[in-house]
């Protein structure tokens, strides 16, 4: 079975500052896909970043960066200098690779993030 | 280009009705999913489907139904609605790609809001 933990249920910040949401997760799988969504107030899922289990490279996108490592399951995420539009609902989620079967997402259940003027 | 419908966005029922959740994709894909958010939960997977005329059962099935008459829409049901059913429900699609789709992103829609008296 698998399972992503987001043991940050909320965090709240003061704008300016770095801010890391983590996120671990367990699958008997060599192969699998991790993905981070964000939640606005809005409601609506905004994909953020895929990476498949044989790509530890860490990737960086403007403010944001994520950082896998395999060694401790752990697929974290950065937020670098945060903004007030960051506040959300931030989302992990895994999805395996079972003969094509990997269009099931288990989700993290979440970490509220407030960012404060 | 839509994306991926739902409709309605808010929805009130008295337990014991039935309603159709609709969802509908414009982007040709194999897979759509349904998920609900409960607060607290993450989003959990109710039924899926890899594509027409082929559905099976996600983490919480219960108190639903889904079929996939098409490649564009996937209807879902709930025959007896309950207050435990009171949720955000998420409709998501997904392209298939030789070797599997986990590493696309799954589109999502923007969520009905469905209240159980």
Redesign the interface.
Known sequence: AQK?TQAQ?EISVVEKEDVTLDCVYETRDTT??L?WYKQPPS???V?LI?R?SFDEQNEISGRYSWNFQKSTSSFNFTITASQVVDSAVY?C?L???RG???????????TLLTVNP | NAGVTQTPKFQVLKTGQSMTLQCAQDMNHEYMSWYRQDPGMGLRLIHYSVGAGITDQGEVPNGYNVSRSTTEDFPLRLLSAAPSQTSVYFCASTPSRTGGAGNQPQHFGDGTRLSIL
């Open positions: 992503v249920t699998y896909y993905f409601g609506e899922l994909f895929r498949n989302f989620a999805s395996e690779a094509g079967s990997n269009y099931k997402l288990t989700f993290g259940k979440g």
